[in-house]
């Protein structure tokens, strides 16, 4: 437990950015799947809109976690929750299977989260 000493618990909020940010791509995936009336309309709406919004605020939480000291190494290890942010949306919203596959892989991505914390 002495290893926790050094951690940064701001590079939390690489956690939450990288959520932020699956939301916003939730957001895109709607309206794409959507039919428009016009080409304009294909990319000016509420969804879209919003969705680049929720992207561009997922930036800057992640420019406050820099400046609060988080390493680059950090906050890209951390970046990596979102891959199970988006599959955890991914069925929840869109209802897509969790197969084996990708049970499997977000489980390597957070054991490698914890291995890099602890050691």
Known sequence: MNSFVNWNPWSLL???ASLIAA???VLL???AAEPHKN???EYLNWKVIVGYGLMFASMFVCVFA???NVTM???AVMDGTGNLWILLLSF???HEPLTKRKVLGNLLIITGIVC???F
Do not use: E, T
């Open 14 to 16: 690489f956690a939450l």
């Open 23 to 25: 939301f916003s791509h």
């Open 29 to 31: 995936k709607k309206s």
């Open 39 to 41: 080409f304009i309309r």
């Open 66 to 68: 820099y400046s609060k």
């Open 73 to 75: 190494q950090s906050g």
């Open 92 to 94: 929840l919203i869109f």
């Open 116 to 118: 890099f914390n602890i």
